[in-house]
């Protein structure tokens, strides 16, 4: 089967999971998303509020017709992830509703990281930059646009505390209800910094994965409801491909040789590799081939586990770590990610709760980026991989840095050996500074 965009044609049997297609676009107004397909059988179904097929029960993604598109039209878009509306499956007219506009955050040249860590060409993509100070906007954002054309009123989550911001922020910046389930352990400062928005915010006894199967049957009681990560997951995973995007842009429009990813459920790993093949097969960038490597905490790391002992199965674990953002014991794109790492010659690595808050202080000391746990996972097994020869140092290589320290502040305020306040004189000054 091909399509045709502009003058290239597109073979899709090349593409794994089916997403560049021929065909009409949806009624719905939703771009250039034509259909569904399903990740496993390839079975196509229409635009709705499904995510699991009727066929074999596999999961769902948006399958698109894209349209000519040029860097051009791309660069004179939004300073958002809008500017690459015509790549995603929102309706045209996306920025006319009020939304949080994330996005286009800094990629930065990380040469005193670099050095520390033995590499050459290292960048830091900093997503601590979005409104609420994660990658998850992004994702959210789409979910939303999606929503509204799906015809649902409220915005709710399942969440580890990232979704939870942007879920409930989101939905006060659109004047939409939002409900948000969080598992009763998460960290108070992502706890605080969901419930200033206002909405309908429920601790749950147990773990995400619980608080998650507990959302999925909440989202068929309540027609309404669009769970941004279960009903409407389909939809609301493409966001994660801007993050390729934004890289391959801010790289001058080529791609990187290496990305490290963390992984909570995967989802984010693999759809940055779409975006990625998109911009490749819509020649957007020149394709080149490049290596795709995963980062897992060690108190959750189910596909790190399954990659080790070269498993394709993704055995679920029980989360105890303090990179809880991280902590989903059954990935859902756990196999996808192992199939993405394994396609593009990566790997994956897990870190330990100590390796993960020397990799936040790493970063903070030799770059000025205080990351969550999560950057700490990726910094400290960028650092592992290097070591152990499957990173290569010489290649240009991208850390995706995905959340803000100043929601995990608890992760490192035993390891900083602050100082007793001194006596207000100069000399009470050299003192304390050794001098």
């Known amino acids: 089967m091909t399509g045709t965009l502009g003058t290239s044609t597109i073979n899709t049997e090349t593409i794994n999971t089916g997403t560049i297609s021929t065909g009409t676009t949806s009624e719905l107004g939703l771009g250039p998303a034509r259909q569904l397909v399903c990740r496993e059988c390839g079975?196509?179904?229409?635009l709705a509020a499904e995510f699991a097929c009727a066929e074999c029960f596999g999961p769902l993604e948006v399958g698109y017709d894209f349209e000519c598109i040029t860097r051009l039209d791309i660069e004179s878009g939004p300073r958002s992830i809008w500017r690459y509306r015509r790549l995603l499956p929102v309706p045209d007219d996306v920025d006319e509703y009020p939304n949080t506009q994330p996005g286009l955050t800094r990629l930065i040249h990380a040469e005193r990281l670099a050095k520390a860590l033995g590499m050459r060409r290292l960048w830091v993509k900093d997503d601590t930059g979005n409104p609420t100070h994660s990658f998850k906007d992004r994702v959210v954002a789409v979910a939303l646009a999606a929503a509204r054309q799906l015809g649902f009123s409220v915005l709710a989550c399942p969440s580890t505390g990232n979704l939870a911001n942007a879920v409930a922020a989101a939905a006060a910046r659109a004047g939409w209800q939002s409900v948000v389930l969080i598992p009763s352990s998460l960290e108070r400062a992502k706890v605080l910094t969901t419930a200033v928005y206002d909405g309908a915010l429920i601790a749950v006894d147990g773990t995400y994965d619980d608080v998650n199967r507990l959302a999925t049957e909440l989202a068929a009681e309540h027609e309404d409801w669009a769970f941004v990560n279960v009903n409407v997951r389909p939809y609301y995973a493409e966001g994660s491909k801007t993050l390729g995007y934004e890289v391959a842009e801010q790289l001058g429009w080529r791609l990187p040789d290496q990305v490290v990813v963390p992984i909570g459920s995967g989802s984010q790993l693999t759809k940055v590799d779409k975006g990625f093949r998109e911009l490749s097969e819509l020649g957007l960038v020149q394709p080149a081939p490049y290596r795709v490597f995963g980062a897992q905490?060690?108190?959750c790391s189910p596909v790190s586990a399954a990659f080790k002992a070269?498993?394709?199965?993704?055995?679920?674990?029980?989360?105890d770590t303090i990179a809880r953002s991280l902590a989903i014991g059954a990935p859902a794109d756990g196999p996808y990610a192992l199939d993405t790492v394994r396609r593009t010659g990566g790997a994956i690595e897990d870190a330990?709760?100590?390796e993960v808050v020397e990799g936040i202080r790493l970063l903070a000391r030799t770059e000025g980026i205080?990351?969550?746990?999560a950057g700490g996972v990726t910094?400290?097994?960028?650092?592992?991989?290097?070591e152990d020869g499957r990173l290569d140092p010489d290649a240009e290589t991208v850390l995706l840095i995905t959340g803000d320290g100043l929601k995990t502040l608890d992760a490192v305020e035993d390891h900083l050996g602050l100082r007793a306040p001194v006596a207000p004189n100069t000399m009470a000054i050299r003192t304390a500074l050794g001098r």
């Open 297 to 299: 905490a060690s108190g």
């Open 370 to 373: 205080f990351a969550e746990t």
């Open 379 to 386: 910094v400290a097994c960028a650092k592992k991989l290097v």
């Open 43 to 46: 079975l196509g179904a229409p």
């Open 310 to 319: 070269g498993r394709d199965v993704v055995v679920p674990v029980r989360p």
């Open 352 to 354: 330990t709760d100590e």
